[in-house]
C-alpha cells in the first residue's frame, strides 16, 4: 500500500542482556566440553581456538542483530506482528480485527492487552519493548481506531 507508515519497536535492553547472557553461558559449557574433547582425544589445540573465536563472533552477531535490526512489535496501517516473547497469544492480526486495547497486570506484569473479535487475545509485556510504556499504548490505540475507520474528534 503506497503511503503506509510502520512503527518497529526494538527488544528492549534489560531483555537483550537476558538473551545475551544465555548464549554466553552455552558458549561458555559449549568450550568446556570442547576442552575436555581436546585433552582426552589428543586433538590439535586450533580447534579450541578456532571454536573460541567462531562463539566470539556469534556473540557480537547476536549482540548487533538483537539491538540494532530485530523488532519486538511492528505496527502498520494494516496491523500489528508481535516476535520474539513467548506466550503472546496472536501474533499477527489486522486492526480490523482488533476489539478492544487495554493495560493489565497478569502476575504483575505490566501488558498491553489487544482483545480480537474472536475472543482471542494478544498479550504485550511492556517491560520487553523499548519504549515509553504512554507512548506504545498511545501508538496502539490510535492505529486501532484509524484501522477501525474512525477518526478522532
Known amino acids: ?7 518497529d519497536y526494538r527488544l528492549s535492553p534489560a531483555l537483550g542482556a537476558r ?22 582425544l589428543h586433538l590439535p589445540l586450533d580447534l579450541l581456538v578456532l571454536l573460541a573465536f567462531l562463539g566470539l563472533v556469534a556473540v557480537f552477531g547476536l549482540g548487533y542483530v538483537l539491538t540494532r535490526r530485530t523488532y519486538v512489535l511492528r505496527l502498520d496501517d494494516e496491523g500489528y506482528r508481535v516476535r520474539l516473547i ?10 480490523k480485527d482488533v476489539e478492544e486495547v ?22 504485550i509485556p511492556v517491560a520487553a519493548v523499548a519504549a515509553d510504556r504512554e507512548e506504545l499504548a498511545r501508538d496502539v490505540r490510535d492505529r486501532a481506531r ?6 478522532p474528534l
Open 1 to 7: 500500500m503506497p503511503g503506509s507508515t510502520s512503527s
Open 19 to 40: 538473551l545475551m547472557g544465555t548464549l554466553l553461558v552455552l558458549l561458555a559449557l559449549l568450550l568446556f566440553a570442547s576442552t575436555a574433547l581436546v585433552a582426552l
Open 86 to 95: 513467548r506466550g503472546a497469544g496472536v501474533t499477527t492480526a489486522r486492526w
Open 102 to 123: 487495554a493495560a493489565a497486570s497478569p502476575r504483575g506484569i505490566a501488558c498491553l492487552v489487544l482483545r480480537l473479535r474472536d475472543g482471542r487475545t494478544t498479550t
Open 146 to 151: 484509524r484501522g477501525e475507520g474512525l477518526r
